[in-house]
């Protein structure tokens, strides 16, 4: 009754309630028993190719004075280990549609040195196999290898695994105790090539071919180790077909009673340099991420037990196994030799990687890897030079993350102020995940407004908040600033501590800023 009153008294004065409505504060709603699904920590994965300074030079360098006993940048490990990386994909990328793996075992001074036609740069094959396990043993990391489905045969993948994964008896298993390793690796997680949808990559496959071929590599590799998840190259960025979903679809069909995860791309640009619409980018990845579901679905519905022909449902899920702001350092000289593909980012690429996050975490049911690509130098949150190393301003919202964000992903109520662009309609200026783990809460919120702050009511709909909570803001000057080496304006501030009792609270998000706000929910 009151409202209504109110209402009235409004508009005999000529005072529209829009305006009202705009005036009142923001509200994130929390429920703990709407859950999405269960975080997985490999959604905080990374990537590492044998392209431009990401592996000689970044993570491995052992002429450097910086470098450990095994030639690993102790710098980039020390910075590497802030990521919390859950899961590391290697050795590419492009660079695996050509790759022999057997040119990087052994002896180093017996290894050939090739050409990699991807990137066209030298290949000196000292860093391989072995070393990579090596790398990912030091970062307490899980490894992830592609393997060439472009010019590589079945044997070679198979052989891979044996390599990796048999303890001894067979040949490749005695080889890699012959090469120092009495022990099996147990890779675990392996993809069936990389982007073999694009007419740029090494062995280029339409739909069909690559799902037989994938198909008969996977059975190979699967029997070689059972326990082994393979990830399917679903369609890529760069796609250029007339129907990339497609290319899912019929992935799907041929290998969904042998894969794990169906690989998705995306690198989002902003080369018109229009801020709210790069902000808004992330809405693609959210919607690409839904078709696929439906495709994973529909594949699900069809999978059969092959001995009796009743169905067999067994669960496949989404691998964003490569994500990134990246337009910039990209075409003719930019992506070829030493340094290519090393990308400066500034603020508004952080707000956009933090963008993506929260996407991954909001579809944590379906969404269950995820790798930055990459960790040094290329398209990366680490950057060195020989003599010193700076955290690019990517790198902030992804640690943040990954140390934090655990446990179930909550599906909240979030109303906020709205703007349209050219592409996309009433985008909400507060972009929000939700993670609850033994009674903590993280409230993950990128304030897209460029110039205002966003009041917002933080609201429990049952249980409530206690105690001290820490507040982290990822911000800057202005959303064009950069880091480089010796000054990172951009970086995780710890804000105030908030002292909250009750069932709400409020805070204000400052504008081009990603917050994370964490405490006690009971």
């Known amino acids: 009754m009151r409202k209504i009153f109110l209402h009235f008294i409004l508009l005999v004065l000529g005072i529209s309630t829009s305006v009202m ?30 392209l431009g300074r990401c592996i000689y030079g970044g993570i491995y360098d052992p002429d450097s004075k910086l470098s450990n006993e095994m030639g690993f940048r102790k710098d980039v490990l020390e910075a590497a280990r802030g990521l919390n990386i859950s899961l590391l994909r290697w050795p590419g990328g492009n660079f695996v549609s050509g790759y022999h793996w057997e040119d990087g075992i052994g002896p180093r001074e017996l290894r050939p040195e090739r050409t990699d036609l991807a990137w066209q740069t030298p290949e000196p094959n000292t860093f391989g196999t072995d070393e990579f396990i090596a790398f990912c043993r030091a970062l307490s990391t899980e490894p992830y290898i592609a393997v060439n489905m472009g010019t590589g045969t079945l044997d070679e993948a198979r052989n891979w695994v044996e390599y990796c994964n048999v303890k001894e008896g067979p040949y490749y298993a005695e080889l890699r105790k012959k090469n120092g390793n009495a022990e099996p690796y147990n890779v675990k997680y392996w993809s069936l090539g990389n982007e073999v949808d694009g007419f740029w990559q090494m062995g280029h496959k339409n739909a069909e071919d690559y799902g037989k071929y994938a198909l008969e590599a996977a059975k190979l590799m699967k029997w070689t180790s059972p326990e082994i998840k393979l990830i399917a190259a679903g ?35 902003n080369d018109a340099d229009n801020y709210y619409e790069f902000l808004a980018s ?22 059969r037990d092959g001995r009796t ?23 003719g000289a930019a992506s070829r030799g030493r340094n290519a593909l090393e990308e400066k980012y500034n603020l508004e690429d952080a707000l956009v990687v933090a963008g993506f996050l929260n996407v991954f975490i909001r579809n944590a049911h379906i969404v269950k890897m995820a790798n930055m690509a990459q960790l040094v130098n290329v398209i990366a949150p680490i950057f060195t030079s020989k003599t010193d190393m700076y955290r690019q301003t990517i790198y902030y919202p992804l640690a943040l993350f990954a140390n934090n964000s655990f446990g179930t992903s909550l599906d909240v109520f979030v109303d906020s102020p709205t703007y349209d662009t050219e592409r996309w309609k009433k985008v909400p200026y507060l972009d929000v995940s939700v993670a609850y783990n033994n009674d903590e809460v993280v409230i993950n919120a990128v304030n897209r407004h460029l110039t205002d702050r966003i009041k917002t009511d933080i609201i ?15 911000n800057g000057p202005d959303i064009k600033t950069e880091n480089t080496f010796g000054s990172e304006p951009v970086k995780t501030i710890n804000k105030p501590v908030i002292e909250v009792s009750g069932n709400r609270f409020t805070y204000e998000f400052p504008p081009h800023s990603y917050v994370m706000i964490k405490g006690k929910l009971k």
């Open 309 to 331: 022909g009743e169905p067999r449902p067994r669960q496949i899920y989404i691998a964003w196994d490569e994500y990134n702001v990246w337009y910039r350092a990209r075409g």
């Open 235 to 269: 369609s890529s960025n760069f796609y250029y077909g007339s129907d990339p979903h497609s290319w899912n679809r019929i992935v799907l069909d041929y290998l969904k009673d042998y894969i794990d995860y169906i690989a998705l791309h995306r690198y989002i640009r």
């Open 21 to 50: 409505a705009a005036e009142q504060n923001a509200r994130i709603k929390i429920d703990t028993d709407r859950v999405i699904g269960k975080i997985d920590k490999n959604i905080y994965g990374n990537f590492t190719e044998h």
């Open 282 to 303: 992330t809405i693609d990845v959210e919607e690409r991420t839904k078709i696929v579901e439906g495709q994973i679905k529909e594949a699900v519905s069809k999978q």
């Open 460 to 474: 429990s709909q049952q249980g409530e908040f206690s105690g001290n909570f820490s507040v982290y803001e990822v």
